[in-house]
C-alpha cells in the first residue's frame, strides 16, 4: 500500500442472501483515499455505493451481507496497516468510530428511538475518548451547535421522534465529527438539509479536514456538492467502478457513458431563467422522448383551488421532568396559507426544521392541528367523518420523507405499492399486484424487486417505491415530502419527469416539497419559502427565483452549490451566532408575519427585527 | 402524563366497586355453605344452625353486601368466619411472606430470563440457543409442585442443606422462590428472545455499532431497551400473578401467605377473607399495571398516553 | 372531479411477474424451515397416534389390572403401569387428542379474543383502552382457583369447562401482550403511512400492526400450551379434580404426584415427558412460524 | 444417629380450626388440644375408656344418671382448682343451646348437672342414653378452666389442667405448647416444648419427618409409608382404624329398592383390591357396619367377592343389562381413586356409573344442607364414618337409623327400617352393657342383611414417627395424643 493511502480497496465483492439466491452487489471494486484528501462516490442509485461503504466499516455482515473477495487495507494512526477485511470483531469494533467514522444515509431510522439526542452523542464521545461525562455532553452540545441544530441544548434533551428530517441527519453528522476519525465516511449526508445548512455542514467538514488531516469518503448524487468538495471523484455503476479521476477532469471531459449521462442531467440553478412554466429534465440518449410531451397547459387561477389552507397551525408540547410536565411547544407551523390548483406543482423550500414535513402531515391530518379553512376540492376536511376522510386519502397522497420507516418491514415491496390500490377498491387483485409491478419498472426499479422486503433495498430504490406507492392510487395531490433527494441525477431526471408527465395527462397537482433549489426551479410553477413555521415568501416560481426580496430566501439562492468545480466557493462565510428556533415557552406564540404583495401573486413577509425572531 | 396518571388513579374507585359487587355476587353464587363446613360433614343439622345463627349468615344478602362495603371503606374488613380474627390481620400476616416470596422469584427469574433470552438471541441458532429453549421448555412444563417436591427432596432431605419448609428465616425463600419462578423466568426467556430478535435489525443497532460500541452495549443497552415493552408487560403481569400468592407453591411449602389463606379461605367458604383478598389482588394488579404503563412511556418516548 | 372508476394512471400491457400477497410470501417462507415442519409433522404424528391408539396397542386406556399395580416400565408396560395397573404408555397415547385439544383449543379461544381486545385497546386507546384493560385487570385479580370452583360448580366437571375456564384466564394476558405492542407499532411512520394511504383502522390494526406483534404472541402461545396442559394438575392439586378417569396427561400427572416420593417416578415422568415434547415441539413450530414473519432473518 | 431435641414438633394433615374443642368438629383441633385440654374419661391406644380427670364412674341401669368422681389436687394452668363446679361449668357451656356450640349435640340429651360435692358430678338426662360414657370420652367433652370460659377467648386460648400449656397460636402457621411443670400426674410430662404444624400437603410432611424437622407425621397417606418405612430413622405406625368406607345406595331409587341389587353390588366389588387400590394395601374388609374396634362390634362375616353370584342376583332383580347409576365422590386424591375403582368394578354387572368427584364446599352444600330425600339426584354417595365416642351408638344412629337421614345426620342411604331403629333406641336405653351389646347385634345384623350401603373398607390409621420417641401415637379414630411423649436416648 501506498504511504500516501489511508484506505484501500481492492478487488472488493460483496454478496447479499443465501447461495442459492445470490445478488452480488459489488463487484471488483478497487478503491482507495488519501489521508486527508476527500474522495466522491457518484453512481447511479442501487449501484452499490452505501454496501461499500458498510464493508469498510465492517457492518454489512450484520445486514445479512457478506465481504465475498477482495482486500480492504487501511493505514492507522501509528502508521500500522490493517486487513479489514480479516479483524476479528472486537479489533473491528475498536475501529469503528475512532479511525473511521460513518454517517448513514438514512438518518430517520438510524437513531435510537428510546435515548435522547444528547445521550446518543454524549456515548459516541466517552467510547473512543476518555472524557468524563460531563465534557463529553460539552462537547456534544459543541459540535450540535456547530451543525447549526437551533436550541443545541434543548434538543440534547429530546427524543429522535422529536426532530425533523434535517436535525437527525445533522445529529449524525454531529455523533460521527464528535468522534474525530481519521477517515469520515458521509453517505448521502445532506439530502434532508436546505442548502445553507448544507453549505454550513459541508464548510465544517472542510475546517475537519484542514484541522486534522481527516480524510473524507463522500458519497452523494448531488454534483453540486460534488464539484464543491471533492478532489477525487470516483463513479460507480451497477456494482462497478466505471470511472475514477480528478473532480475536474471528471467534470471536464466524462469518458464512462453513464457518467456523461449523470453530468447531462444535473440540474442547475439558474437554468431555467426567463422561462414561466416548468420543464422535464433532458435525458441524455432520450432527448426526442423527453421533449415530445404533451404541451402543459396553463393553469387556470380563477378556479377553485385543489387545496386550499388558511391558519394552519401545529404544535408540539416538550414535556418535561418525571412526569412530562409541558413547559415549551414547539411552534412548527404558525398560521400557514397555502393553495394549490389542479395541474399545479408547488414547490416548498425552507430551512431545515422549519415544518414543511409537519405541513405536510397537518394537511392529511396526521397530527393534531388546527386552522382556519382546510378544504380539498371544495370539501371541508376538518369535518369529515372518518371514512369519508379515509375514502379522500385516496386523492391525497403522501410521499414520506423517510421512505424506510413509512415501509412496513414485513411486506414485500410489491404488496405495499399495491395496499393502497386495493385499499380503495381500485383494482382487483391481480391486476393491483401487476400494476404495482409496473409501477416499480417506471420507476426504474426491476420486476424481480417486488417480491423484495424493504431492507433489502438501497435508500434511493425505496424512495422510488414509496413514489410508486403514491402513484398506484391516481391521485389528484401527491405531497412529494424531500421525494428525490436520495436519487443520483439521472434517475431522478427520469423520475421527475415520469411525475411531470403524468401532471400533463391527468393534471396531477404536487406539493413538492425539497432543498434542492435546482429541482425545484425546474419543476415548480409557484414556489413557496418557509421559516420558522411560516411562509416568509411566495409566489410565481419566476417571481421568487429572479426576484427574491425575503432575506432567508436570498440566502436560499446564494448558497445552493454550482455543479462547476471552477467555481468552489471555498471562502464562504460560516453563519455564527445564535440558531433561531421554532420552540418557545408557553404562552409566547411568535408574531404571525405580516405579507406585503410586491407583485402580483407575489407575497414577501414583511422583516421582523431579529430581536423578536429570538425572542 | 401527570394527568394520566391521576386520571388513572382516580378511575379505580370506580374499578373496585365494581369488582366488589362482581366478587361478591360471585362468591355467594358458588355452592356451598360457610356453617356446613365449619360444623364439618359428621354434624349433625342442628349443629350447622347453631353455626349459621352464630356467624349472622341468616341475613339477607343486600345487608351482608352492604356490611362488606361498609367494611372495606372502614378498612376494617370484619372478622373471619371460620376462625374469628379480624380479616385485616389475617390478611396482614400472610401479606410479607407472599410479597417477600415474590420479589425473590421475580427478581432472580426476570433477570435470568432477561440474560438467557439475550443470549439466545444473539446467538440464534446455536447450541446455546437450542439449550436455552430446552430448560424454557422444561421450566414451563414441569408442574410447580414436582419441581419443588424434587427440590425439597434434594436439597432438603438429601443433602440437608436448607429447611424444607416454612418460613423462619431468609435462607426458606430460596426453594420456594426458585419454584415459583421457574415458569416466569421461562417465559421472560423466551419472550425477551423473541423481543431482541426483533430489534436486532434496526438500522439505530447499526448505528451503535457504527460508534465502535461493545457487543455487549449494544445488545444490553441499546438493543434490549428497545426490546423491553414486551418483556417489561410480561413481568408486570407475572409479579400481579406472584403477589396473589402461588396455592401450589406455597402449599408445597407450608408457606404462611396469601395463596394458603385464600385455598383455606376458599375451601371454608370464608367469606369475609375471600372477598377481602380478591380485593387486596385487584388493587395490586391495578396498581401495577398503571406502573407498567407508565414504563411504557419512559422506555419509548413515542408512546403518548392522552 | 374526473371519474375515479377509470384508474388514470392507466398500465400499458399486462405485466408477466407479478408480486405476491402477504400470505402467500409467509407460506413461501415458511416452507423453508424445516425443524419447524419436523416439530409439526412430529405434533401430527402423536395426534394420529393418538386417534389410531385403540387400534394399534394392546392395551386400552382403561384396562384395569388389579395385579400388576404400579410396576415400572418393562417391555410389555413400556412406562409401566399405575395403581390400577393400568398401561401408562397407553394411556399416555390415547391422551394426546385430549390434552393436545386442551392445550391448543383453549389457548387459541384466549389468544384470539385476547388478540382482539388488545388490539383495540391499544390502537384506539381512550375509554375502550381504560375498560379493556381494567376488565382485564378483575379478570386476572381474579384468583383461576376460584373461577375454577365456580365454573365447576356451576358447569359441571366437564372437559370443555376446563376448556372455558382456561381460556378465560388467558384472555387477559394476550390482551396485555398486544396492546403493549400495539401502543408502539401505532406511532410508527409506516402506520401513518398507511393511513395517509387511506387505509381504515381495521386494515392497520390487522395487517400493519398485528404481524409486528404477533412474535411476542406466537412465542406467549406456544408457552402456555404447557401451561394449560397442566390446568388439570394444579387443578387436582387444589383438590378440584375433574373427570378422574380420563386419560389426560396433566390428570395423569396429578395423580401420579401420590407416588412420587414412593419411588415410582414413572407415573409422573412420562406423562411428564409428553407434555415436554409436546411444548417443545410447539415451540419449535412457533419458532419458524415468528421467523416466517419477520422477513429480515431471511438470509440466515 | 441424629441427637434429637427435647422439643417435639408435630406435622398435621389439616390446618387448625379452633383451640376450643367443644364448638370443633375437626380431629386436629382434638389432637392438638389433647395435651393441654384433658377429658374425665378417656381412651387408650385401642379406644378402650380409661380415667382422666374422673377416677371413677357410673351410669344407672335406666341409663338416665351418670355419676363422675373427680381426680382430686389438680389444678389449671392458671392456678383455678378443678373441681365439681368446674366440671359443672364446662358441662352446663355444652349443654347451652344458645351458645351455639358446634359439640352441643351431643349434650342435648342432658337436663341437669349436680355437683353433690367438690368432687362428684352427676349428669340427669332427659331421656335414656346408655352411651353417654362413651359420649363423655368424646374428644371434644374437654374441662377448660372455668375462669378462661368467662375471661378469655378459649377459641384462641385454650386454659387446661393438661401436661402441656398453650403458649401460641399463629393461624396457618403453627401452635406452640410448653411443658406444665406442675402437672397432677409428676411423672410427665417429659418434653418442653410441644409445636404443631399444619401441613397439608401430606410429601412435605413426609419430607419434614425425614430431616428431622418433625418428629411425628399425623396422618401418613399409604403411599408415602413406604418412603418412611425405608428410612432409617423413621418407623411408621399403624393401627386399624376405626373409619368405615362406604358407597350409600340411595334407596328411595327404585334400583335399590331391591335387596338383590344392593347385595349383588356388594359381591361384585373386589374389597381386597379396592384396599390394595386405595390404600396401598392398609386396611381391612369390613365385616360389619361398624369397625371391630368400635365398641359393641359383631362380625357379621364378609360379603366376599362373588361375580357370578352378583350378575346372577342382578339377573334375578332384572337388571341383566344393567342400568346407569350417578355416584357422588369427594374429590381428593383419594376419593377419586374411590371413584375410579367402583366404576371400574360396577361395569362387570353391566352397572354404568357416571362419577362425579365434588369439591369439599359443594358436597357438603349439595349433600348436606339443601338435599331433600324425595328428591336426591345420586344414586350413590361414597362417604366414610368414624365414631369419635368409639361407641357403636355413634356409628349406627347417624348413619343407619332413620333419624339419621341427610340432611340431619349422615344416613345418605335414606335406609329405614324399624327393627335397626328399635334396636338403637334400646341400646340407649339402657345402661347395661350386655343389653346394649345385644340391642347393637340384632342392628348389625339387619343392616348387614339389607345392604344399604357397599362396604367397602376399614382404613388402618399410619403416621411417622422418628426413632427413639414413644408416647406419641395416632387413635383408631383418627385423633392422636402426645402427652406422654418421651425420648429414649
Ligand atoms: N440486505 C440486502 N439484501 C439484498 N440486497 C441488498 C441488501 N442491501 C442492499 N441490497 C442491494 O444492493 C445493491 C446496492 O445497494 P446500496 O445500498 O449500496 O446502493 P447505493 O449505491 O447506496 O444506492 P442509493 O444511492 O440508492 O443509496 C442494491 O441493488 C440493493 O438492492
Ligand atoms: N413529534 C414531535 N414532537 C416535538 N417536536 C416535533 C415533533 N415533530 C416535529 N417536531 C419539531 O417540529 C419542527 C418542524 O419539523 P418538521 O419535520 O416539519 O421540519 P421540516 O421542515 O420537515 O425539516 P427537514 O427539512 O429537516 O425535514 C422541528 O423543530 C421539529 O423538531
Ligand atoms: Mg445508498
Ligand atoms: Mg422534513
Redesign the interface.
Same mark, same amino acid.
Given at each position: 500500500m501506498n504511504a500516501e493511502h489511508l484506505l484501500k480497496i481492492e478487488d472488493l465483492d460483496i454478496r447479499?442472501? +443465501?447461495e442459492s439466491a445470490e445478488m452480488r452487489a459489488v463487484k471488483k471494486l478497487n478503491l482507495h483515499v488519501n489521508r486527508g484528501e476527500t474522495v466522491a462516490i457518484v453512481g447511479e442509485s442501487g449501484s452499490g455505493k452505501s454496501v461499500t461503504a458498510?464493508s469498510v466499516?465492517r *457492518?454489512v455482515e450484520?445486514?445479512?451481507g457478506q465481504i465475498a473477495g477482495g482486500k480492504i487495507s487501511f493505514r492507522k494512526r501509528d502508521d500500522s496497516v490493517i486487513d479489514i477485511g480479516s479483524l476479528g470483531?472486537e479489533d473491528a !469494533?475498536?475501529?469503528?468510530? %475512532?479511525d473511521i467514522?460513518?454517517i448513514?444515509q438514512?438518518p ?8 435522547t439526542i444528547g445521550d446518543q452523542i454524549v456515548? /459516541?464521545v466517552m #467510547?473512543?475518548q476518555a472524557k468524563s461525562r460531563s465534557a463529553a455532553r460539552a462537547t456534544a452540545l459543541e459540535t450540535l451547535e456547530k451543525v447549526r441544530i437551533p436550541d443545541a441544548a434543548q434538543v440534547m434533551k429530546r427524543?429522535p421522534?422529536?426532530l425533523s428530517g434535517g436535525m437527525r441527519q445533522r445529529v449524525?453528522i454531529a455523533?460521527a465529527l464528535s468522534?474525530r476519525p481519521q477517515l469520515l465516511i458521509a453517505d448521502e449526508p445532506t439530502t434532508a438539509l436546505d442548502v445553507t445548512i448544507q453549505a454550513q455542514i459541508l464548510r465544517l467538514i472542510r475546517e475537519l479536514q484542514d484541522e486534522e488531516g481527516m480524510a473524507v469518503l463522500f458519497i452523494t448524487h448531488d454534483m453540486g456538492v460534488v464539484a464543491e468538495i471533492a478532489d477525487r471523484v470516483v463513479v460507480m455503476y451497477r456494482g462497478e467502478k466505471v470511472e475514477e479521476g480528478d473532480v475536474e477532469t471528471i467534470f471536464a471531459a466524462p469518458q464512462h457513458p453513464y457518467t456523461k449521462a449523470l453530468l447531462g442531467a444535473v440540474p442547475c440553478l439558474g437554468s431555467m431563467k426567463g422561462t414561466d412554466s416548468p420543464e422535464p429534465f433532458v435525458i441524455p440518449g432520450q432527448e426526442v422522448a423527453a421533449t415530445e410531451v404533451v404541451p402543459a397547459e396553463a393553469i387556470d387561477y380563477s378556479a377553485d383551488p385543489l387545496l386550499s389552507v388558511r391558519g394552519l397551525t401545529t404544535r408540539f408540547d416538550i414535556?418535561e421532568g418525571l412526569?412530562?410536565?409541558v413547559t415549551k411547544r414547539v411552534h412548527a407551523v404558525e398560521h400557514l396559507d397555502l393553495d394549490i390548483w389542479p395541474g399545479e406543482t408547488l414547490g416548498l423550500v425552507g430551512e431545515s426544521g422549519c415544518g414543511k414535513s409537519t405541513t405536510g402531515?397537518s394537511i *392529511?391530518q *396526521?397530527v393534531d392541528a388546527t386552522s382556519d379553512r382546510l378544504t380539498f376540492?371544495g370539501e371541508d376536511m376538518t369535518r369529515l367523518s /372518518?371514512?369519508s376522510l379515509?375514502? =379522500? !386519502?385516496?386523492?391525497v397522497?403522501?410521499v414520506?420523507q %423517510?421512505p424506510?420507516?413509512?415501509? &412496513?418491514? !414485513?411486506? #414485500?415491496v410489491?404488496?405495499s405499492? /399495491?395496499?393502497?390500490m386495493l385499499?380503495?377498491g =381500485?383494482?382487483t387483485?391481480?391486476n393491483a399486484? %401487476? +400494476?404495482?409491478?409496473?409501477l416499480l419498472?417506471e420507476v426504474g426499479l426491476s420486476? %424481480?424487486h417486488? &417480491?423484495r422486503?424493504p431492507?433489502a433495498f438501497s435508500g434511493g430504490q425505496r424512495q422510488r417505491i414509496a413514489i410508486a406507492?403514491a402513484?398506484? #392510487?391516481?391521485p389528484?395531490l401527491i405531497i412529494a415530502d424531500e421525494a428525490v433527494s436520495a436519487l443520483d441525477v439521472s434517475v431522478q431526471a427520469q423520475v421527475i419527469n415520469l411525475m411531470m408527465d403524468?401532471q400533463k395527462?391527468?393534471?396531477l397537482a404536487y406539493l413538492f416539497i425539497s432543498h434542492d433549489m435546482a429541482v425545484v426551479e425546474r419543476i415548480s410553477h409557484r414556489v413557496a419559502v418557509m421559516y420558522l413555521g411560516q411562509i416568509v415568501e411566495s409566489g410565481p416560481r419566476r417571481a421568487v427565483f429572479e426576484n427574491a426580496q425575503h432575506a432567508y430566501t436570498q440566502r436560499l439562492m446564494a448558497a445552493a452549490p454550482v455543479p462547476d468545480p471552477a467555481v468552489r466557493r471555498r471562502d464562504m462565510r460560516m453563519i455564527t451566532g445564535e440558531v433561531p428556533s421554532p420552540v418557545r415557552p408557553i404562552g409566547q406564540p411568535p408574531v404571525i408575519n405580516t405579507m406585503d404583495e410586491v407583485a402580483p401573486g407575489h407575497l414577501v413577509a414583511r422583516e421582523q427585527a431579529r430581536t423578536v425572531d429570538a425572542a | 402524563m401527570l394527568n394520566y396518571f391521576l386520571r388513572r388513579l382516580a378511575a379505580m374507585v370506580p374499578v373496585l366497586f365494581l369488582i366488589s359487587i362482581f366478587v361478591f355476587l360471585f362468591i355467594h353464587a358458588l355452592p356451598g355453605d360457610p356453617a356446613r363446613l365449619l360444623a364439618g360433614e359428621t354434624a349433625t343439622q342442628a349443629e350447622v344452625e347453631s353455626i349459621r345463627r352464630a356467624l349472622n349468615l341468616d341475613q339477607p344478602l343486600i345487608w351482608q353486601y352492604v356490611d362488606f362495603v361498609a367494611n372495606l371503606v372502614t378498612l376494617d374488613l370484619g372478622n373471619s368466619l371460620r376462625t374469628g380474627e379480624p380479616v385485616s390481620q389475617m390478611i396482614a400476616r400472610a401479606f410479607w411472606p407472599t410479597f417477600w416470596l415474590s420479589i425473590c422469584a421475580l427478581v432472580w427469574s426476570v433477570l435470568f430470563g432477561l440474560v438467557a433470552g439475550v443470549i439466545s438471541a444473539v446467538r440464534r441458532g446455536s447450541p446455546g440457543d437450542h439449550a436455552g429453549m430446552f430448560l424454557a421448555v422444561s421450566g414451563i412444563s414441569m408442574p410447580n409442585f414436582w419441581l419443588g417436591l424434587l427440590l425439597m427432596q434434594y436439597f432438603s432431605v438429601h443433602l440437608g442443606w436448607l429447611g424444607t419448609s416454612g418460613f423462619d428465616e431468609p435462607s426458606d425463600l430460596i426453594l420456594p422462590s426458585l419454584t415459583l419462578g421457574a415458569g416466569v423466568a421461562a417465559v421472560m426467556a423466551r419472550f425477551t428472545r423473541s423481543a431482541v430478535i426483533d430489534v436486532a435489525r434496526e438500522d439505530f443497532i447499526r448505528t451503535a455499532r457504527a460508534k465502535g460500541l461493545r457487543e455487549r452495549i449494544v445488545i444490553w443497552k441499546h438493543a434490549l431497551r428497545n426490546a423491553l415493552i414486551p418483556v417489561v408487560t410480561m413481568a408486570g403481569l407475572q409479579f400481579g400473578f406472584l403477589l396473589g400468592g402461588s396455592i401450589v407453591v406455597e402449599k408445597v411449602f407450608r408457606w404462611p401467605g396469601l395463596g394458603s389463606l385464600l385455598l383455606d379461605a376458599i375451601n371454608f367458604r370464608d367469606y369475609a377473607v375471600v372477598q377481602s383478598e380478591i380485593m387486596l389482588f385487584s388493587l395490586q394488579f391495578l396498581l401495577i399495571n398503571l406502573a407498567v404503563d407508565m414504563l411504557y412511556g419512559f422506555i419509548n418516548p413515542a408512546i403518548r398516553y392522552k | 372531479m374526473t371519474n375515479s372508476t377509470d384508474p388514470a394512471i392507466a398500465m400499458p400491457t399486462r405485466i408477466e411477474r407479478t408480486a405476491r400477497s402477504p400470505f402467500a410470501e409467509f407460506r413461501r417462507r415458511f416452507a423453508t424451515r424445516y425443524g419447524s415442519m419436523a416439530a409439526g409433522v412430529f405434533l401430527l404424528l402423536l395426534l394420529l397416534g393418538g386417534v389410531l391408539a385403540p387400534w394399534i396397542l394392546p392395551f386400552g386406556p382403561d384396562q384395569f389390572d388389579y395385579k400388576n399395580t404400579l410396576d415400572g416400565p418393562s417391555m410389555l408396560h413400556w412406562a409401566g403401569t399405575d395403581e390400577f395397573g393400568r398401561d401408562i404408555f397407553a394411556r399416555i397415547l390415547n391422551g394426546a387428542k385430549l390434552s393436545m385439544f386442551i392445550g391448543f383449543v383453549s389457548v387459541t379461544i384466549g389468544a384470539v379474543i385476547g388478540i382482539l381486545a388488545g388490539l383495540l385497546a391499544g390502537y384506539y386507546g381512550g375509554w375502550l383502552d381504560s375498560i379493556t384493560m381494567r376488565i382485564s385487570d378483575v379478570l386476572f385479580a381474579f384468583p383461576g382457583i376460584l373461577l375454577a370452583i365456580g365454573i365447576v360448580a356451576i358447569l359441571g366437571a366437564g372437559l370443555t369447562n376446563v376448556i372455558i375456564a382456561v381460556a378465560v384466564f388467558s384472555v387477559p394476558a394476550f390482551a396485555r401482550i398486544v396492546r403493549s405492542g400495539t401502543l408502539g407499532l401505532k406511532e410508527s411512520t409506516y402506520v401513518e403511512a398507511a393511513r395517509a394511504a387511506g387505509a381504515s383502522n381495521s386494515i392497520i390494526m390487522f395487517r400493519h400492526i398485528l404481524p409486528g406483534v404477533l412474535g411476542a404472541v406466537i412465542v406467549y402461545f406456544t408457552m402456555r400450551i404447557g401451561t394449560s396442559i397442566l390446568t388439570a394438575t394444579s387443578l387436582s392439586f387444589i383438590g378440584l379434580g375433574v373427570e378422574p378417569s380420563i386419560a389426560e396427561w396433566g390428570a395423569m400427572l396429578a395423580t401420579g404426584r401420590e407416588y412420587m416420593l414412593a419411588g415410582e417416578w414413572h407415573l409422573t415422568f412420562f406423562p411428564g415427558l409428553a407434555i415436554f415434547l409436546t411444548v417443545l415441539c410447539f415451540n419449535i413450530l412457533g419458532d419458524g412460524l415468528r421467523d416466517a414473519l419477520d422477513p429480515k432473518l431471511d438470509d440466515h | 444417629t441424629p441427637v434429637l431435641a427435647e422439643d417435639l414438633k408435630i406435622a398435621m394433615d389439616q390446618i387448625f380450626q379452633k383451640m376450643d374443642p367443644h364448638n370443633s368438629n375437626y380431629n386436629v383441633d382434638y389432637s392438638v388440644a389433647s395435651g393441654v385440654l384433658e377429658r374425665l374419661i378417656t381412651f387408650d391406644a385401642n379406644m378402650k375408656l380409661v380415667p382422666q380427670l374422673a377416677t371413677e364412674w357410673e351410669g344407672s341401669d335406666d341409663a338416665k344418671t351418670f355419676t363422675f368422681k373427680l381426680r382430686e389436687g389438680v389444678t389449671f394452668h392458671d392456678g383455678t382448682p378443678f373441681d365439681a363446679a368446674a366440671v359443672k361449668a364446662n358441662f352446663d357451656r355444652l349443654a347451652d343451646q344458645s351458645q351455639n356450640l358446634a359439640k352441643n349435640s351431643l349434650f342435648k340429651v342432658v337436663d341437669t348437672v349436680e355437683t353433690p360435692d367438690d368432687y362428684t358430678v352427676v349428669l340427669n338426662l332427659k331421656e335414656p342414653f346408655g352411651a353417654m360414657i362413651n359420649t363423655v370420652a368424646h374428644p371434644s367433652v374437654v374441662i377448660h378452666s372455668p375462669k378462661a370460659l368467662e375471661e378469655l377467648d378459649v377459641q384462641k386460648n385454650p386454659v387446661g389442667t393438661g401436661p402441656f400449656i398453650f403458649k401460641e397460636w399463629i393461624p396457618g402457621e403453627r401452635v406452640v405448647l410448653e411443658k406444665n411443670d406442675d402437672y397432677w400426674d409428676s411423672e410427665w410430662p417429659k418434653v418442653d416444648t410441644v409445636t404443631f404444624y399444619p401441613v397439608t400437603e401430606s410429601a412435605t410432611r413426609v419430607s419434614m419427618l425425614l430431616s428431622d424437622e418433625v418428629q411425628f407425621v399425623h396422618v401418613l397417606p399409604a403411599e408415602l409409608s413406604e418412603r418412611v418405612e425405608n428410612d432409617d430413622s423413621a418407623e411408621v405406625l399403624e393401627v386399624p382404624g376405626i373409619t368405615v368406607w362406604t358407597a350409600s345406595l340411595n334407596m328411595l331409587k327404585d334400583k335399590f329398592k331391591d335387596q338383590r341389587v344392593r347385595r349383588a353390588f356388594n359381591l361384585a366389588v373386589d374389597q381386597e383390591a379396592f384396599i390394595d387400590v386405595v390404600y396401598s394395601g392398609h386396611g381391612v374388609v369390613p365385616d360389619s357396619p361398624i369397625a371391630p374396634d368400635t365398641r359393641f362390634y359383631e362380625s357379621q362375616g364378609a360379603f366376599g367377592t362373588d361375580l357370578e353370584e352378583a350378575r346372577a342376583l342382578m339377573k334375578e332383580a332384572g337388571h341383566e343389562d344393567g342400568f346407569d347409576v350417578e355416584i357422588w365422590g369427594i374429590n381428593n386424591s383419594t376419593g377419586v381413586r374411590m371413584l375410579q375403582f367402583l366404576q371400574q368394578q360396577l361395569s362387570q354387572i353391566n352397572v354404568r356409573a357416571k362419577i362425579v368427584p365434588m369439591e369439599g364446599a359443594t358436597r357438603s352444600e349439595k349433600l348436606f344442607s339443601s338435599v331433600d330425600p324425595e328428591t336426591a339426584e345420586f344414586d350413590m354417595v361414597m362417604g366414610g364414618w368414624s365414631p369419635s365416642t368409639g361407641d357403636a351408638d355413634w356409628h349406627l344412629r347417624p348413619v343407619y337409623a332413620t333419624e339419621g337421614w341427610v340432611p340431619k345426620i349422615y344416613n345418605m342411604a335414606f335406609y329405614s327400617n324399624e327393627t335397626v331403629d328399635q334396636a338403637i333406641a334400646d341400646a340407649l336405653n339402657t345402661g347395661d352393657a350386655d343389653a346394649r351389646a345385644e340391642a347393637y347385634a340384632t342392628a348389625q345384623k339387619q343392616i348387614w342383611e339389607d345392604a344399604p350401603a357397599v362396604w367397602l373398607a376399614i382404613e388402618n390409621k399410619m403416621a411417622g414417627r422418628k426413632k427413639g420417641l414413644s408416647g406419641v401415637f395416632q387413635m383408631p379414630d383418627g385423633t392422636m395424643q402426645y402427652a406422654k411423649a418421651e425420648y429414649q436416648n
Open positions: 447479499f442472501g +443465501k458498510l466499516m *457492518l450484520f445486514g445479512g470483531p !469494533r475498536l475501529m469503528r468510530g %475512532d467514522a460513518m448513514f438514512e430517520m431510522t438510524s437513531l435510537n428511538p428510546v435515548f456515548e /459516541a #467510547t473512543h427524543h421522534h422529536q449524525m455523533m468522534c414535556g412526569f412530562g410536565r402531515r *392529511l *396526521l376540492g /372518518a371514512s379515509q375514502k =379522500l !386519502r385516496r386523492q397522497q403522501f414520506f %423517510d424506510y420507516a413509512s415501509l &412496513n418491514p !414485513r411486506l #414485500t410489491g404488496y405499492i /399495491a395496499e393502497p385499499l380503495h =381500485l383494482e387483485k391481480q399486484f %401487476d +400494476k404495482a409491478v409496473w419498472e420486476a %424481480d417486488a &417480491n422486503y431492507h406507492r402513484l398506484g #392510487t391516481d389528484k403524468l395527462r391527468f393534471g | - | - | -
